[in-house]
Nanobody, 124 residues
Framework: VQLQACGGGLVQAGGSLRLSCAASGRSFINDVMGWFRQAPGKERELVAA????????YYADSVKGRYTISRDNAKNTVYLQMDSLKPEDTAVYYCAADRNQRVIRTTPRFYEYWGQGTQVTVSS
């Protein structure tokens, strides 16, 4: 079972990036999928999550209106579109799966599967 995240990079403030997370080894269609981030010296935080159907989403207050999470269950892939990026968005971003869940949970310990992380750096 593997989650492979990609799409990170270096971007100037105000720019955009799109992260992708492809799942393999099992179907994630019944899972809540989330994107977490962790900056140096800070705790890992959930920035966005999406229910199995895509009907429910969660966004941290710090990213509301700038980030959009989506998923394509046919491709077993979840996306995070990040617009109007700020230097404080700089972090390693991780995708994760909360297995067989119908309710979005925000605590990292509930997420069973994790991707390897992709670095996002926003310069001022």
């Amino acid at each position: 079972v593997q989650l492979q995240a990609c799409g990170g990079g270096l971007v100037q403030a105000g720019g955009s990036l799109r992260l992708s997370c492809a799942a393999s080894g099992r179907s994630f269609i019944n899972d809540v999928m989330g994107w977490f981030r962790q900056a140096p010296g800070k705790e890992r935080e959930l920035v966005a999550a999406i229910s199995w159907s895509g009907g429910s989403t969660y966004y941290a207050d710090s990213v509301k209106g700038r980030y959009t999470i989506s998923r394509d269950n046919a491709k077993n892939t979840v996306y995070l579109q990040m617009d109007s990026l700020k230097p404080e968005d700089t972090a390693v971003y991780y995708c994760a799966a909360d297995r067989n869940q119908r309710v979005i949970r925000t605590t990292p310990r509930f997420y069973e599967y994790w991707g390897q992380g992709t670095q996002v750096t926003v310069s001022s």
